[in-house]
Nanobody, 124 residues
């Protein structure tokens, strides 16, 4: 049974930083590209960042470029999202997702497994 469990969400002031983690189990982690998505209140889920199965390649949404960094540790089956310079508009539930591919195009329809999400709230 595949499980993706996010952690690290919480309340942070604008301009602050937060690190999200996702622990994966039940799959051969190194065979999966991983991604982070988010869904703000009243909005559709959107792509944030993705990392290739070997961790070499990353790709970010424009909203995340320069502020967020995705990384992974295949030995520990974890993927992280370091977020800095947070803005109130970053407030959302952040989801970890996996696709059985070397790379992800960042499309939610490509993702096979999803976590339940972790809430990030950025206060102004």
């Amino acid at each position: 049974q595949v499980q993706l469990v996010e952690s690290g969400g919480g309340l942070v002031q604008a301009g602050g930083s937060l690190r999200l983690s996702c622990a994966a189990s039940g799959l051969t982690f190194s065979n999966y590209a991983m991604a982070w998505f988010r869904q703000a209140p009243g909005k559709e889920r959107e792509f944030v960042a993705t990392i290739s199965s070997n961790g070499v390649s990353t790709y970010y949404a424009d909203s995340a470029k320069g502020r967020f960094t995705i990384s992974r540790d295949n030995a520990k089956n974890t993927v992280s999202l370091q977020m800095s310079s947070l803005k109130p508009e970053d407030t959302a539930v952040f989801y970890c997702a996996a696709t059985a591919s070397r790379y992800s195009r960042g499309f939610s329809s490509d993702m096979t497994y999803w976590g339940k999400g972790t809430l990030v709230t950025v206060s102004s």
